[in-house]
């Protein structure tokens, strides 16, 4: 397998600047207010905003998640770097809830951001880690399914933008 297949690449503009996009992804109280999916809208346990940090959160969806990043780089603000998971109440890493498919249990995501007459162009580049090949291949398998949940997790930060 080529290592490109296992990137995932997603581009969107905001009208707002780069610190604001910045500032919403590093703000706990912003964060609960437009990350994660759209029918599971969550609750910020914990976050620590620094390279080594995490953030720790509950989506309260049909059923109850838990997720977790673990924060790697941090370049205000131009680019924030962290392992996404599914987790337990503890904060621990779980396999994630999905009967029958084997997603990886740890994403290496990276955003970038520029700006450009005051719209933010937010660079989403993501992969697995300390994946098996059936996870690689779930995860490849899955890509329309991470378009339409960033894309709706990205209507909501849209919303949250235009409304601050």
């Given at each position: 397998?080529?290592?490109?297949?296992?990137?995932?690449?997603?581009?969107?503009?905001?009208?707002?600047?780069?610190?604001?996009?910045?500032?919403?992804?590093?703000?706990?109280?912003?964060?609960?207010?437009?990350?994660?999916?759209?029918?599971?809208?969550?609750?910020?346990?914990?976050?620590?905003?620094?390279?080594?940090?995490?953030?720790?959160?509950k989506?309260?969806?049909?059923?109850?998640?838990?997720?977790?990043?673990?924060?790697?780089e941090?370049?205000?603000?131009?680019?924030?770097?962290?392992?996404?998971?599914?987790?337990?109440?503890?904060?621990?890493?779980?396999?994630?809830?999905?009967?029958?498919?084997?997603?990886?249990?740890?994403?290496?995501?990276?955003?970038?951001?520029?700006?450009?007459?005051?719209?933010?162009?937010?660079?989403?580049?993501?992969?697995?880690?300390?994946a098996?090949?059936?996870?690689?291949?779930?995860?490849?398998?899955?890509?329309?399914?991470?378009?339409?949940?960033?894309?709706?997790?990205?209507?909501?930060?849209?919303?949250?933008?235009?409304?601050?």
């Amino acid at each position: 397998m080529e290592p490109k297949d296992k990137i995932f690449t997603l581009t969107r503009t905001f009208k707002a600047p780069r610190k604001k996009v910045f500032d919403a992804f590093s703000d706990a109280e912003a964060l609960a207010k437009w990350w994660g999916p759209v029918e599971a809208p969550i609750d910020v346990i914990k976050l620590d905003f620094r390279p080594g940090g995490f953030f720790h959160y509950k989506m309260k969806g049909a059923q109850v998640n838990y997720g977790i990043f673990h924060y790697k780089e941090i370049d205000a603000p131009n680019s924030i770097v962290w392992v996404n998971s599914f987790a337990n109440e503890k904060g621990e890493i779980i396999k994630p809830p999905f009967e029958g498919i084997d997603v990886p249990r740890e994403m290496l995501v990276r955003i970038t951001l520029s700006e450009n007459n005051g719209a933010t162009t937010l660079t989403l580049v993501s992969e697995p880690i300390n994946a098996s090949e059936k996870e690689i291949d779930t995860f490849n398998a899955i890509r329309e399914s991470m378009v339409q949940g960033f894309g709706g997790t990205f209507n909501q930060l849209e919303n949250y933008l235009a409304g601050i």
